[in-house]
Nanobody
Framework: QVQLVESGGGLVQAGGSLRLSCVAS????????MGWCRQAPGKEREFVAT????????YYADSVKGRFAISRDNAKNTVYLQMNRLKAEDTAVYYC???????????????????WGQGTQVTVSS
């Protein structure tokens, strides 16, 4: 069973930066695409970023493109989300997710992810 544990959330001022981490266990990490999604209060969960199993293909939601960067370290079974120039509208619970099947290149819909972490809160004060 896949387990995903996020960390790194917190309170930051607008314009600041945070780096989220997600450690995975229970599957062959380097064969699964990984991603980050978020859910703001009163809103549906939405896709943020994804990285292929090989780490050479990334994709971002338009709302975070140019500000966020997803990366992975397959030796550490860890995926990261570097968030820069944060805005108040980035406030949400951020969830790490693993692709539904191995070797998926670019999962970008919620249904294309098969396992989820418990989430970490990111609050951006304006």
């Amino acid at each position: 069973q896949v387990q995903l544990v996020e960390s790194g959330g917190g309170l930051v001022q607008a314009g600041g930066s945070l780096r989220l981490s997600c450690v995975a266990s229970g599957h062959t990490f380097n064969t699964y695409a990984m991603g980050w999604c978020r859910q703001a209060p009163g809103k549906e969960r939405e896709f943020v970023a994804t990285i292929s199993w090989s780490g050479d293909i990334t994709y971002y939601a338009d709302s975070v493109k140019g500000r966020f960067a997803i990366s992975r370290d397959n030796a550490k079974n860890t995926v990261y989300l570097q968030m820069n120039r944060l805005k108040a509208e980035d406030t949400a619970v951020y969830y790490c997710a693993a692709g539904l099947r191995p070797f998926t290149i670019r999962p970008t819909t919620l249904s294309s992810f098969g396992s989820w972490g418990q989430g970490t809160q990111v609050t951006v004060s304006s």
